[in-house]
């Protein structure tokens, strides 16, 4: 059972495009991160919000987190092929030890 | 700081063999974590440590799952008796930090295991 469920699941856009992906739960989390993964490697983390409501911005990326802490978006602005990737939104709960249960994931391509 | 590693990055064994994955975590991080993913979706839980405490064990983690970290540096985790379904990424990460909760996870690059 995935907590965690995030859209769309696969991306496919020109560039210079906008888009948005969006990770969604019916629990409540301390924390959502998110991460960026190339094929043949590990997630690299983007960021970490924490508060409800939070929004941070890196570069063309901006990440917010739900007001109510269950859900959380990622807007990337004029999309270049470098971005191409699989993002996963991670949640992580203070009440359930030191697991973080992650999104579905959605895999973007940018086409040149 | 040099990164996680993992070894090794690939490996394909026969069903029924039995296979382990080592994961060096970055030196000074007193949590380590092993993940599975299978293509496309995201890494689901299998153990965590911290220091040479294994805290938590998912429930996909079956008795043929074992996973140490004798020393609380390093880690093994061993498959025994394969099955074709075991066939996925297994990630390792470590992280440092009281509040785990938001602490960044580091990842290695990951074992890609083939059961054939």
């Known amino acids: 059972t995935q907590l965690l469920e995030q859209s769309p699941q696969f991306l496919s856009i020109q560039e210079g495009e906008n888009l948005t992906v969006y990770c969604n739960s019916s629990?409540?989390?301390?924390?959502l991160q998110w991460y960026r993964q190339e094929p043949g490697e590990g997630p690299v983390l983007l960021v970490t919000?924490?508060?409800?409501?939070e929004v941070k911005k890196l570069k063309r990326l901006t990440f917010q987190f739900g007001d109510a802490r269950k859900d959380s978006s990622l807007h990337i602005t004029a999309a270049q092929p470098g971005d191409t990737g699989l993002y996963l939104c991670a949640g992580g709960r203070s009440n359930t030890g030191n697991q973080f249960y992650f999104g579905t994931g959605t895999s973007l391509t940018v086409i040149p | 700081d040099t990164g996680v590693s993992q070894n090794p990055r690939h490996k394909i064994t026969k069903r029924g063999q039995n296979v382990t994955f080592r994961c060096d975590p970055i030196?000074?991080?007193?949590?380590l974590y092993w993940y599975r993913q299978t293509l496309g979706q995201g890494p689901e839980f299998l153990t965590y440590f911290q220091n040479e405490a294994q805290l938590e064990k998912s429930r996909l983690l079956s008795d043929r799952f074992s996973a140490e970290r004798p020393k609380g540096s390093f880690s093994t985790l061993e498959i025994q008796r394969t099955e074709q379904g075991d066939s996925a990424m297994y990630l390792c990460a470590s992280s440092l930090g009281m509040s785990s909760y938001n602490s960044p996870l580091h990842f290695g690059n990951g074992t890609r295991l083939t059961v054939t």
């Open positions: 629990s409540v989390f301390s924390s």
């Open positions: 919000v924490v508060t409800g409501g």
């Open positions: 030196s000074e991080h007193n949590r």
